[in-house]
C-alpha cells in the first residue's frame, strides 16, 4: 500500500475522462545459441580505402587507355592500359581495378590484377586475392598468404639523402681592439 507503483495502481475509470493504458507486454526470453565457427590463424586484414580527400579515383566502370601521371594519391579500381605513373605518391589498385601498365610510384598496394612491370620507391604491398605478373624492382615488399605473383623482384637501397655541407661561417672582422678591462667593469665586493 505504502510503496505502491503507479503503473500497479487499478486504471480510473472511464467515466472521468481518462483511457486506462494497456499493461506492457511481457518480454519473451530469447534463447542465445553459440555455435563454434572455423577460424583461421591468419589476421583477415580487408581492404577500407583511406579517406582520400585529395586522392583521385578511377571507378569500377572506367576504362584508361594511355599514360597517366599522377601527382597525388591515386586508386584505381577500374581498367587502365598503358603506364601509369605517381612518383611521389601511392598507387592503390582496388578489388576490382585491372592494370595492364608498367607502373611507377613511390608505393603500390595491389588488391586487385597487376598485369606489367612494377617500381616502387618505397615498397609494394600484394594482399591475398592480388595478381601481379610482372617484374618488382622496390625497397621493400609484402606478399600476403594467398597472393598470385610470378615475376622476378630486385630489392634496390634507398639512396641515403644527400648531406650538402654548408659553407663555414666566415667570422667578422676584428673592430677596434677594446682593452679587457673596458670590456667588462670591476665589480668590488
Do not use: C
Not at 483511457?19 to 518480454?27: E, G, R
Not at 615498397?123 to 610482372?134: S, T, V
Not at 615488399?141 to 644527400?162: L, N, T, V
Amino acid at each position: 500500500m505504502w510503496n505502491k507503483r503507479r503503473d500497479e495502481e487499478p486504471p480510473k475509470p472511464i467515466s472521468q475522462g481518462i483511457v486506462p493504458s494497456p499493461a506492457p507486454p511481457a518480454p519473451n526470453p530469447v534463447e542465445v545459441k553459440k555455435e563454434a565457427t572455423p577460424m583461421s590463424s591468419t589476421p583477415v586484414r580487408t581492404f577500407e580505402p583511406e579517406s582520400r580527400g585529395g586522392a583521385a579515383t578511377i571507378g569500377k566502370s572506367v576504362k584508361v587507355v594511355g599514360q597517366i601521371f599522377s601527382k597525388e594519391d591515386l586508386y584505381v579500381d577500374g581498367t587502365v592500359e598503358g603506364t601509369v605513373e605517381a612518383l611521389e605518391h601511392k598507387l592503390t589498385i582496388g578489388p576490382h581495378g585491372t592494370v595492364q601498365a608498367a607502373i611507377k610510384a613511390r608505393e603500390v598496394l595491389a588488391l586487385g590484377t597487376i598485369q606489367g612491370n612494377v617500381e616502387a620507391t618505397e615498397r609494394i604491398e600484394i594482399r591475398k586475392d592480388a595478381k601481379l605478373m610482372g617484374d618488382i624492382r622496390t625497397a621493400r615488399i609484402i606478399i600476403e598468404d594467398g597472393a598470385y605473383f610470378k615475376g622476378s623482384i630486385d630489392i634496390i637501397r634507398p639512396e641515403p639523402a644527400k648531406v650538402v655541407p654548408k659553407p663555414a661561417a666566415i667570422a667578422p672582422a676584428p673592430s677596434a681592439a677594446v682593452p679587457m678591462a673596458a670590456a667588462a667593469p670591476e665589480i668590488k665586493r
